[in-house]
């Protein structure tokens, strides 16, 4: 049972979600809050697995209130689920620790499926904010650095990039499970990230990925 801790001033939506998640039998809403204060001292009673966070809220935002919830509790897992689409949050929040990043113009189902992915300590972001990525580390003059990853786990690394589950990976590369999952340990040491998003992040920065033809 994943239990959750949904966090936004916005009762409405809070309902709303709750009422899309009890839906599942495999996920508990166990408790509410409208403030990244309230939110801190509900995790620290309740310790759930999962936050689903806004970014928008009164004194501290949502991107603090991750940094403040991954410091303490490194193991709870962090959604952050908002309205805004503009890179510096959704880097921000990356940074802070954010395990995955969507906008809210998502369907239900997908919010439901983010759950049992960041859960499983994987990473799911919107992917508008990976093109308005791509696109605006195009225009930087970069130096193209070369971080002694090896043909495979470019090949991977691009996998990551692109949003897909270690499954779908060794479906594409045609290897195991396993085998994907000691590339994936191997290209967080060398380029010393935590997660998949921070590879995300990292990748695009570095333009360590190919970039996509300008539109």
Excluded at 101 to 116: G, H, I, M, Y
Excluded at 144 to 159: A, G, N, S
Aim: hydrophobic fraction near 40%; charge should be neutral; include cysteine.
């Amino acid at each position: 049972m994943i239990k959750l801790i949904l966090v936004d001033d916005h009762a409405v939506l809070r309902d709303g979600l709750r009422n899309i998640i009890e839906m599942e039998e495999d996920m508990k809403v166990v408790g509410e809050a409208v403030s990244g204060e309230e939110a801190i001292s509900k995790i620290d009673k309740l310790q759930p697995d999962l936050v689903i966070m806004d970014i928008n809220m009164p004194n501290q935002n949502g991107v603090e209130v991750t940094g403040i919830i991954k410091k303490k509790y490194p193991q709870i897992k962090v959604l952050i689920l908002t309205m805004h689409n503009h890179s510096e949050f959704f880097m921000s929040s990356i940074r802070e620790g954010a395990d995955g990043f969507l906008l809210k113009d998502v369907p239900s189902d997908q919010v439901v499926e983010a759950v049992r992915t960041v859960s499983k300590g994987e990473s799911v972001i919107h992917p508008s904010m990976t093109r308005k990525l791509l696109s605006f580390h195009q225009k930087r003059d970069t130096e193209q650095e070369d971080h002694y990853l090896t043909d495979r786990e470019k090949d991977v690394l691009l996998c990551l990039v692109e949003g897909l589950s270690n499954k779908e990976i060794a479906n594409k590369l045609f290897i195991s499970d396993k085998t994907v999952k000691i590339h994936v340990s191997k290209i967080f040491k060398k380029l010393n990230v935590k997660s998949r998003s921070q590879v995300i992040i990292y990748a695009v920065q570095k333009q360590l990925v190919p970039l996509p033809p300008s539109s």
